[in-house]
């Protein structure tokens, strides 16, 4: 069984920067075979993909971060690093990562291992 736990969350004022880190535990897995994500969910908001990262490395990001975020992840800390930059009030939100077993290599896009969450919140 995996946990993630997510930190690194805060307040930024716009055109800040804040790195986010989700690291994952448990026993009986190998962290590089998980396709792993950033979701984020403002309030009243329903919950949205931010970032992927593939087993290969491949990176997937939502129009409204592109240029902006970097998801990458180092697998020798079985860690998983959104860094966020120029950020902007609408990034407020509580930011969750989470993980999926690959099989055969291959990313469904169903995770179904979610950490607690990390609030973010920029001010103007």
């Known amino acids: 069984q995996v946990q993630l736990v997510e930190s690194g ?27 792993m994500s950033w979701f984020r969910q403002a309030p009243g908001k329903e919950r949205e993909a931010v970032a992927l990262i593939d087993t290969d490395g491949s990176t997937h990001y939502a129009d409204s971060v592109k240029d ?10 079985n860690t998983l690093y959104l860094r966020m930059n120029s950020a902007k009030p609408d990034d407020t939100a509580m930011y969750y990562c989470a993980a999926e077993a690959a099989r055969g290599g291959y990313c469904s896009r169903f995770y179904n291992v979610w950490g607690q969450g990390t609030k973010v919140t920029v001010s103007s």
């Open 9 to 35: 969350g805060g307040s930024v004022q716009a055109g800040g920067s804040l790195r986010l880190s989700c690291i994952a535990s448990g026993s009986g897995y190998i962290y590089s075979t998980f396709c």
């Open 68 to 77: 902006r975020f970097t998801i990458s992840r180092d697998n020798n800390k």
